[in-house]
């Protein structure tokens, strides 16, 4: 039902938080990867450590973070990109004004105002609060907004009383926000694929103090990804050591060395579409140094061996269907070379470039693409961007 789809799952401060933490868990049984944000009264109600525990993330309570200054205080946005659906359950009167009225005094209402996603509220208070004037106002304002609304359910509640305000039944709340997430679905040529886009370079260590490594930035790869998700693809982002640090928007897995990345990829072998476009190391060295190498022993050799070829394994366990997508740096006989690896790795496109190309290569904002298929030859420029929605375009159309 959710397999592969991002919820963002809003706990404000109401005795049913502890019912976030069942509703979590349902969603994630369903498939849904889950990330939490907290108003601060609700961790009055319950621990961050309960949700970062079961959705093995991070939860976000503070906008800025002390006891991390260096860390990025512009996740709202970046969560918020990240996110399909963002549901506020339970959601108290308070955070249901605040939605109304825009307020962002907090992670959670940040991240609201900031969310491209749908949003579904479950209002969750005492009858009293829910009947008044002022919630029913709010409620209304917010279905004229665009956000989703779910009635919460008459019964038992905490004031002792029997009324209309308790949390919803979690089946009712799954049912609604997979009706949602089908409704707003990106519809293009990649929905429903599973996208798997490999970015940035690989480390092989010497010594614990020591890599043979590239020059690799990351970027055209994370344009594939962003270009992969535009086009309605279900993207992972499976990227080695980079500096961007704004990477939240994507379902991400990491790597260090092409032993890594090969070891992770083999887990994505269902892809519909795999992007490769880390720079991988061909050689590893063949044996590295438990503690670091000292200059006093003179001089250093350092024998090396070939690493696995992890395109090279998808293009010899090819699946009906399944698209592979390479690319190429090459400082000569671009043509003749990429038209070898197209070959040779059993793969549909290549994408290569000439790192002597003025505005091409490493750390570049901008490249020139030769796209070749296993008739075809194209040339795309322009912005990594660009160049990224062109080559998508090309091979899957609009
Ligand atoms: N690649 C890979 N595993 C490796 C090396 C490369 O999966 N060990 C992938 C790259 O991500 C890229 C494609 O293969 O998509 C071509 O990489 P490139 O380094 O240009 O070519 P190589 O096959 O390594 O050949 P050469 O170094 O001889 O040009």
Request: charged share 25%; with cysteine.
């Amino acid at each position: 039902m959710f397999t592969g789809k991002r919820i963002l799952l809003g706990v404000t401060g109401g005795i049913a938080a502890y019912k976030a933490v069942y509703l979590l868990r349902e969603f994630q049984k369903k498939g849904a990867e889950i990330r939490v944000i907290m108003t601060p009264s609700a961790t009055r109600f319950i621990g961050t450590e309960t949700f970062s525990a079961l959705s093995r993330h991070e939860v976000a309570v503070d906008v800025f973070n002390d006891n991390e200054p260096n860390t990025s205080w512009t996740k709202h946005v970046h969560w918020g990109e990240w996110a399909d659906l963002f549901v506020i359950a339970p959601c108290t009167a308070n955070t249901l004004s605040k939605a109304v009225h825009g307020q962002s005094d907090n992670m959670l209402t940040s991240t609201l105002l900031a969310a491209r996603c749908p949003v579904l509220i479950c209002p969750t208070m005492d009858g009293e609060m829910y009947e008044s004037p002022a919630v029913a106002k709010n409620l209304k304002q917010a279905v004229e907004l665009g956000f989703y609304i779910l009635e919460p359910d008459t019964g038992y509640l905490a004031s002792g009383l029997e009324d209309k305000g308790r949390l919803p039944e979690y089946d009712l709340i799954l049912d609604k926000s997979s009706g949602i997430i089908e409704k707003h679905a990106i519809q293009g040529p990649l929905t429903g694929k599973k996208v798997v886009v490999t970015a940035g370079p690989t480390r092989e260590f010497l010594d614990p103090v020591r890599f043979l490594s590239n020059p690799s930035s990351g970027k055209m790869g994370i344009a594939m990804a962003e270009a992969a998700r535009a086009f309605g693809g279900n993207v992972t982002l499976v990227h080695g050591p980079l500096q961007s640090s704004d990477l939240e928007r994507f379902h991400t897995e990491t790597f260090t060395s092409a032993d890594d990345l090969f070891a992770v990829m083999k887990t994505h072998s269902d892809a519909d579409v795999v992007i490769m476009a880390a720079a991988v190391a061909d050689f590893k060295p063949a044996s590295s140094h438990q503690h670091k190498v000292k200059k006093d022993r003179g001089s250093f050799q350092i024998e090396l061996e070939q690493n696995p070829d992890t395109l090279e394994w998808f293009g010899e366990n090819k699946k009906d269907g399944q698209t592979l997508i390479g690319f190429a740096m090459e400082t000569e006989n671009l043509k003749e070379n990429a038209l070898s690896k197209l070959k040779k790795k059993n793969i549909d496109w290549v994408c290569a470039n000439n790192l002597n190309e003025v505005g091409s290569g490493f750390g570049t904002d901008t490249n020139t693409i030769h796209l070749f298929g296993k008739s075809s030859e194209e040339i795309f420029s322009g912005s990594k961007q660009q160049i990224a929605s062109k080559i998508l375009r090309r091979i899957f159309g609009e």
